[in-house]
């Protein structure tokens, strides 16, 4: 049991540690760039929970709860991840299907009638049901013809994108505004606020908290879930143990496909009032950093959504205030996934632990064995 | 409007806009073949192809020497490619996730390098003067022949090297020992290794070729191709370009053949969007969607392949 928490934490600070380097990472960027790099670092490290007034520093609620607002498209998409990446599918069409099923709600929330209750739900199921049957494409094309998911749902992304784009400016379009965007969503359809106060900080939080449990209980209890990581960690081995591997891939990313369709569609009628997307989100990608930074399990995925969130709004505000380019962001991530994801990054450490637990464990055999030996 | 489209498509213009719009696919594609034989997969193209398109931009301005330019963009390839050989063969970060890193560099990083070295936002804007662009070439004889000459001279040098490598990379592939040693890794990693092969070192020089190919196409793109950087560039050039040696088998040749189908419906979408009553964004859409069709395609006439050479084997 101790040998087991020894590697937990020793994986802990591993993990603490590979983030602690990537921020050194950003830290060497804006020492290098900036003319100002302390008034940088504290936007980007404490201006998201704090704010700086002439009167000193004080926590800054409101900035809070945006914080937890962001992380609900990113919940969804980190679960989708994870539950694909947890097969080895290396599916990447999380973007476009978020942005697909945020189409697909928000067009429900224009023009269906229904009572406020039933009509969120309906808006929500059938974005999620879409975002599923779009990912049998890649699916079917891996298990059936062998093509890689890969590429597929690279592709998938812009197809999408480019047919959204299409649909919202010759059909859905709203031609008595400026900007390209579709008519408003209906109050009935509109995810509300949990308290009234401009943060956006909607119920579509609390789903994303109960499909965490959701998912974990399926990724860890149930026998699918099983199928799936047993895929990802020898396939062959769950060939030959009689899963059907080519099915539960199918599921995989097809469960994939409804989380990320949900998620599109919550934020879209949490966040907006009509939909005004003209570009993928982005929030597919920040979905593999934090499926990245959670290692797959479900249960972590909210911990990295706000760790992520924070960064975020971290670099939004150092933008702001100082002369840090937004994409410092992106250095950061990379410098995380490149870390995070090294299985040797400070392997002989971990080695240590292994063979001092195993050493420790021999000689308390030994130690037995020798008493029952005196004993007879 | 069909006659109209046919007669714009049809003619010399046409022809030398899809050999200059499908070079730097073929570049990348060129690097995902070399990577793909030694059992590599480099999704890290297009991260590679924006970074070097930048550094090729910048160090063309500051030494003024367009060549510098180019060969700096291919080196800043190969440091990347072997940034991500490095976490994948000695880190043992999944080659996917090291790539995709990379690919955010490109995205946003090079945003945020821009800003860094010039203080400019978004594109390189003044940088790039005329003779800092890669030089036109125009063939002496073939120049005059009528048809033939409107469509072969004219190019850059980037645009002939880039077909002058397919034969290269042909001839390294099939008919040199290092060509033999990546084609023996990535078939069969033991057996190269029982025959004192090191696996590692053929898949960190195939990767850096790779990465080379795609620097040189990030150099084709800023040095010629849009005359100048902008972040929204490479715009998926990279990732099409792994769907173009899937489809081309790996093999260059097919690659070359592939990546000028992909060429095609980029160069089709610039002729059509032109015309009145049809969507730029369906026709925008073209290219990625020839990509997915494509790969199912290939994916279809491998698997009658299989079949018919194995008839005897059932339920497989």
Redo the contacts between chains.
Sequence with gaps: MSSDKRLFLFNFLRGAAAILLALLVATVFIFLSSKQPLTSLKYLLLGPVISFKSTGAVFNTTSFLTLLAAMIPTIFSGLAVCVMFSANQFNLAGEGVIMLGAFVGGLLGIYLKLNTGLHQVVCVLVAAIVGGLIMLIPALLKVKLGASEMVTSLMLNYVIMFVILHFLNFTFADRSKGATQSFPFQATAKIPEIVANGTKLTWGLVIALVFVVIIALFMYRTKWGYAIRMIGINQAFAQYSGIQVGAIIVLSQVVGGILAGMGGSIEMLGRYNTFIWRELPGYGWLGITIAILAKNNPIFVPVAALFIAYLDKGCQLMAINSDVPFEMIDIIQASIFLFFAAEQFLAKYRQRIVVRIAQRDLALQEAAAGQEGSKS | MTSELLLSIFNADFLFVLIRITAPILYAALGAVIAEKAGV?N?GLEGIMMISALFGVLFAYWTQFWLVGVLGAMLVGIFLAL?IGF?AF?????I???G???N??G??????LL??FTGM?GNTGALVTRELLIPVLNIPLIKSIPFVGQVLSGHSLLTYLVFLLVWIIWVVLYKTPLGLNIRAVGENPDAATSIGVSVQKIQYIAIAISGALAGLGGAFMSMYYSQGWNSGMVA?RG??A??AA?MGRGEPLGTMLSSLLFGLAQALRTKVSGVQGV?S??V??IP??V??LG??G???S??NKLKKRQPAVKGV
């Design positions: 997969v999704i940034v976490f000695e880190m043992k970060t999944n996917i996730l090291a995709i890193a990379i955010m560099l995205a946003g990083g090079t945003i945020f800003n860094m936002k998926g990732f099409i792994l769907a899937a969507s964004y369906l925008s859409a990625y969607l990509t997915i790969l199912v290939y994916a279809i491998i698997k």
